[in-house]
C-alpha cells in the first residue's frame, strides 16, 4: 500500500480538536507496547458500505499512523481493530454481530488489542445499548459526526481502561486537515459535502448522517490541487447528493460551477462524482459535464424504481416519465455518455405492475451497471411503519426478474464497444489472472487486458476484443 500521509504539519497547528500532548502520550504507549512485543504496534481497518465511509476509513488510517500504529491486512495479528460500519440495510448490521463474535478469540490471544467500532450503525441508540449490554469486548464506539475524536477517545480508553462509547446528535462544523492515507497513488475520494436532507421514506441516511453541509470550495480546490502536486490524476467528489452542493453556503456556488473550478486544476486528468440524485440534476450539470473535458463521460443516476406510484411513496419527487425524459436529455447532450443506477426491489405495496413499471424504465434507459437491493426496513424511517403483506419469497421471485432484465441489458451496452478502443487506466494487476491489467474507461466500464504492471496509473488506449457482460477484454494499443 502506498502510504500517503496528506498533513504532516505539527499536530498542534491542525484545526481538529486533536492536542499535542494527546497524541504524544499515546505514542509514548505504542512505542513501549511495540518494544515489549518486539514489533510495531498494527492496526485494521475495515470499512463497509459506501464510498464516502471508504473515505472516513483512509482517514482513520491517517489518524492511526499519526499514533504510531502500522497498518496490517491480517487481522489476527492486529493491536488494534476497527470497523466503520454501515447500516443501510439490515445484513450491513448483522455482519458486524457475527464479527464481533469471533474477535473476543483475538481478545483472548491478545489481551492489549483495542476494539473500535464507528460509522453509520453507530448512530442508532438500540446498537449502543447492545453494545453496552452484549459486546463487553468492544472499547471504543463513535459515530458520524466526531471521526477527528479518535485520539482522545483512544487515549481515554487507555487510561481509563473501560469502554468508551461518544455518540454526537449532529454536527458541529467541518474537520479540514485529518491526516489521511490513501489506498491508491493515481485516484483519490474528496468529499465535496456530507449529510442528506432528502429523506426518501425508505432510507435511514439523513438519520444517521445529518443535515447537508458543504465545505469551501476553496478548501475543495486547495485539497484538489494537493492531490495533483502528489500524482493524483483521478478525483472522485463525494457526496450523498452532489447536486444540492453549496446550498448552505455564505457565498453560493452550484455543483456545475464546483466542476468547472475543479477541471482548471492542473496535473487532473479525470473528474467524477456520486451521488447524484435525479430530482434536481439541473441543465446547467449537463451543460458542465459536456463542456468540462476532464469530467467523464459517465453518471451514476440512482432511479431506485420505475413506477411512479413507488417513486411517490419513496418520497424521491420525479415520476416515470421525467427520470426517463431527463435521461432523454442528458443523451441529446452527451451522446456517449454511460449511466448506472440503483434499484430497490420489494417496497413495501410494491406490485407486479409496479414491477413491470421498472422493467420498462431498464429497457428504455440502456443503463451500463446497476446495483440492486432487496428492500430492507429500517426502524425509524417512514416507509417501515408502512404495512407489508408481500411474502418474501415473491420479493426474491421479483428481484431475479429484475436481475434478469438488467444483465440483458448491461450486456448489450458492454457488447457495444467490441472493436472500438477504450482508454484504460488500469488501477491493479488482476486477482484471477496475474497476466492481466485491471482498469477503467473514462465511461466506467471494467476493462482487463494482458499488460506490463508499470502502465498501472497511466492511460492506456486499449482495443476491445471481447465482452463479458459486466466487464470487457481488451489490448493494450501500445
Ligand atoms: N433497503 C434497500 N436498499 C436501500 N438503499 C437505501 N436504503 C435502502 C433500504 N432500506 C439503497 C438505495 C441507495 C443505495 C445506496 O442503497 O438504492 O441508492
Ligand atoms: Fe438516502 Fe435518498 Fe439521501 Fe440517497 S438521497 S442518502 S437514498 S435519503
Given at each position: 500500500?502506498?502510504?500517503?500521509?496528506?498533513?504532516?504539519?505539527?499536530?498542534?497547528?491542525?484545526?481538529?480538536?486533536?492536542?499535542?500532548e494527546?497524541?504524544?502520550?499515546?505514542?509514548?504507549?505504542?512505542?513501549?507496547r511495540?518494544?515489549?512485543?518486539g514489533?510495531?504496534?498494527r492496526?485494521?481497518?475495515?470499512?463497509?458500505?459506501?464510498?464516502?465511509n471508504?473515505?472516513?476509513?483512509?482517514k482513520?488510517?491517517?489518524?492511526?499512523?499519526?499514533?504510531?500504529?502500522?497498518?496490517?491486512?491480517?487481522?489476527?495479528e492486529?493491536?488494534?481493530i476497527?470497523?466503520?460500519t454501515?447500516?443501510?440495510?439490515?445484513?450491513?448490521?448483522?455482519k458486524?454481530?457475527?464479527?464481533?463474535?469471533?474477535?473476543?478469540?483475538?481478545?483472548?490471544?491478545?489481551?492489549?488489542?483495542?476494539?473500535a467500532?464507528?460509522?453509520?450503525?453507530?448512530?442508532?441508540?438500540?446498537?449502543?445499548?447492545?453494545?453496552?449490554?452484549?459486546?463487553?469486548q468492544?472499547?471504543?464506539?463513535?459515530?458520524?459526526?466526531?471521526?477527528?475524536?479518535?485520539?482522545?477517545?483512544?487515549?481515554?480508553?487507555?487510561?481509563?481502561?473501560?469502554?468508551?462509547?461518544?455518540?454526537?446528535?449532529?454536527?458541529?462544523?467541518?474537520?479540514?486537515?485529518?491526516?489521511?492515507?490513501?489506498?491508491?497513488?493515481?485516484?483519490?475520494?474528496?468529499?465535496?459535502?456530507?449529510?442528506?436532507?432528502?429523506?426518501?421514506?425508505?432510507?435511514?441516511?439523513p438519520?444517521?448522517r445529518?443535515?447537508?453541509?458543504?465545505?469551501?470550495?476553496?478548501?475543495?480546490?486547495?485539497?484538489?490541487?494537493?492531490l495533483?502536486?502528489?500524482?493524483?490524476?483521478?478525483?472522485?467528489?463525494?457526496?450523498?447528493?452532489?447536486n444540492?452542493?453549496?446550498?448552505?453556503?455564505?457565498?453560493?456556488?452550484?455543483?456545475?460551477?464546483l466542476l468547472?473550478?475543479a477541471n482548471?486544476?492542473?496535473?487532473?486528468?479525470?473528474?467524477r462524482?456520486?451521488?447524484?440524485?435525479?430530482?434536481?440534476?439541473s441543465?446547467?450539470?449537463?451543460?458542465?459535464?459536456?463542456?468540462?473535458?476532464?469530467?467523464?463521460?459517465?453518471?451514476?443516476?440512482?432511479?431506485?424504481?420505475?413506477?411512479?406510484?413507488i417513486?411517490?411513496?419513496m418520497?424521491?419527487?420525479?415520476?416515470?416519465?421525467?427520470y426517463?425524459?431527463?435521461?432523454?436529455?442528458?443523451?441529446?447532450?452527451?451522446?456517449?455518455?454511460?449511466?448506472?443506477?440503483?434499484?430497490?426491489?420489494?417496497?413495501?405495496?410494491?406490485?407486479?405492475?409496479?414491477?413491470?413499471d421498472?422493467?420498462?424504465?431498464?429497457?428504455?434507459?440502456?443503463?451500463?451497471?446497476?446495483f440492486?437491493?432487496?428492500?430492507?426496513?429500517?426502524?425509524?424511517?417512514?416507509?417501515?411503519?408502512?404495512?407489508?403483506?408481500?411474502?418474501?419469497?415473491?420479493?426474491?421471485?421479483?428481484?431475479?426478474?429484475?436481475?434478469?432484465?438488467?444483465n440483458?441489458?448491461v450486456?448489450i451496452?458492454?457488447?457495444?464497444?467490441?472493436?472500438?478502443?477504450?482508454?484504460?487506466?488500469?488501477?491493479?494487476?488482476?486477482?484471477?489472472d496475474?497476466?492481466?491489467?485491471?482498469?477503467?474507461?473514462?465511461?466506467?466500464?471494467?476493462?482487463?487486458?494482458?499488460?506490463?504492471?508499470?502502465?498501472?496509473?497511466?492511460?492506456?488506449?486499449?482495443?476491445?476484443?471481447?465482452?463479458?457482460?459486466?466487464?470487457?477484454?481488451?489490448?493494450?494499443?501500445?
Amino acid at each position: 500500500m502506498n502510504i500517503n500521509i496528506e498533513k504532516n504539519s505539527p499536530i498542534a497547528d491542525l484545526d481538529t480538536g486533536f492536542a499535542e500532548e494527546v497524541i504524544k502520550k499515546i505514542r509514548k504507549y505504542v512505542n513501549d507496547r511495540s518494544k515489549m512485543a518486539g514489533h510495531p504496534l498494527r492496526y485494521y481497518n475495515f470499512a463497509m458500505g459506501c464510498q464516502m465511509n471508504f473515505h472516513d476509513s483512509e482517514k482513520i488510517s491517517g489518524m492511526l499512523s499519526l499514533m504510531g500504529y502500522e497498518e496490517t491486512r491480517d487481522e489476527s495479528e492486529a493491536d488494534f481493530i476497527i470497523y466503520n460500519t454501515c447500516t443501510v440495510r439490515e445484513n450491513a448490521d448483522q455482519k458486524v454481530y457475527g464479527k464481533l463474535g469471533y474477535l473476543k478469540h483475538y481478545k483472548a490471544k491478545n489481551p492489549n488489542l483495542i476494539i473500535a467500532l464507528c460509522g453509520c450503525m453507530m448512530q442508532q441508540p438500540e446498537v449502543i445499548q447492545k453494545i453496552k449490554t452484549s459486546y463487553r469486548q468492544v472499547d471504543i464506539v463513535f459515530g458520524t459526526f466526531n471521526l477527528h475524536k479518535l485520539p482522545e477517545l483512544v487515549l481515554e480508553h487507555l487510561e481509563s481502561g473501560s469502554q468508551i462509547i461518544d455518540i454526537w446528535e449532529k454536527h458541529e462544523g467541518i474537520y479540514e486537515d485529518l491526516p489521511i492515507i490513501r489506498e491508491n497513488p493515481y485516484k483519490a475520494s474528496v468529499n465535496i459535502m456530507y449529510g442528506c436532507n432528502n429523506f426518501c421514506s425508505y432510507c435511514i441516511v439523513p438519520y444517521v448522517r445529518g443535515r447537508e453541509r458543504s465545505r469551501n470550495p476553496e478548501d475543495i480546490l486547495k485539497e484538489i490541487r494537493h492531490l495533483a502536486d502528489r500524482g493524483i490524476k483521478e478525483v472522485m467528489l463525494l457526496g450523498q447528493n452532489v447536486n444540492s452542493y453549496g446550498k448552505n453556503l455564505e457565498t453560493k456556488v452550484t455543483f456545475p460551477e464546483l466542476l468547472r473550478m475543479a477541471n482548471e486544476v492542473e496535473g487532473i486528468e479525470r473528474i467524477r462524482f456520486m451521488t447524484s440524485h435525479p430530482k434536481d440534476l439541473s441543465h446547467e450539470l449537463i451543460m458542465a459535464m459536456k463542456e468540462c473535458k476532464k469530467v467523464c463521460n459517465y453518471i451514476h443516476l440512482p432511479v431506485q424504481s420505475g413506477s411512479s406510484r413507488i417513486l411517490e411513496k419513496m418520497n424521491r419527487h420525479y415520476t416515470k416519465e421525467s427520470y426517463t425524459a431527463l435521461i432523454e436529455e442528458i443523451r441529446k447532450e452527451i451522446p456517449d455518455i454511460l449511466i448506472s443506477t440503483d434499484i430497490i426491489v420489494g417496497f413495501p405495496g410494491e406490485t407486479d405492475e409496479d414491477i413491470e413499471d421498472t422493467i420498462d424504465v431498464i429497457k428504455k434507459c440502456g443503463f451500463c451497471n446497476a446495483f440492486t437491493f432487496i428492500y430492507s426496513k429500517r426502524t425509524g424511517t417512514p416507509a417501515a411503519a408502512i404495512e407489508d403483506k408481500t411474502p418474501e419469497s415473491l420479493k426474491k421471485e421479483r428481484f431475479q426478474k429484475v436481475l434478469k432484465e438488467l444483465n440483458e441489458t448491461v450486456g448489450i451496452i458492454h457488447s457495444q464497444f467490441v472493436g472500438k478502443t477504450l482508454r484504460v487506466v488500469p488501477e491493479e494487476v488482476n486477482k484471477q489472472d496475474e497476466t492481466l491489467l485491471t482498469g477503467r474507461s473514462d465511461n466506467n466500464l471494467l476493462v482487463h487486458f494482458k499488460g506490463d504492471p508499470v502502465l498501472i496509473g497511466r492511460e492506456v488506449p486499449v482495443l476491445i476484443k471481447e465482452s463479458k457482460t459486466f466487464y470487457l477484454l481488451g489490448e493494450a494499443l501500445i
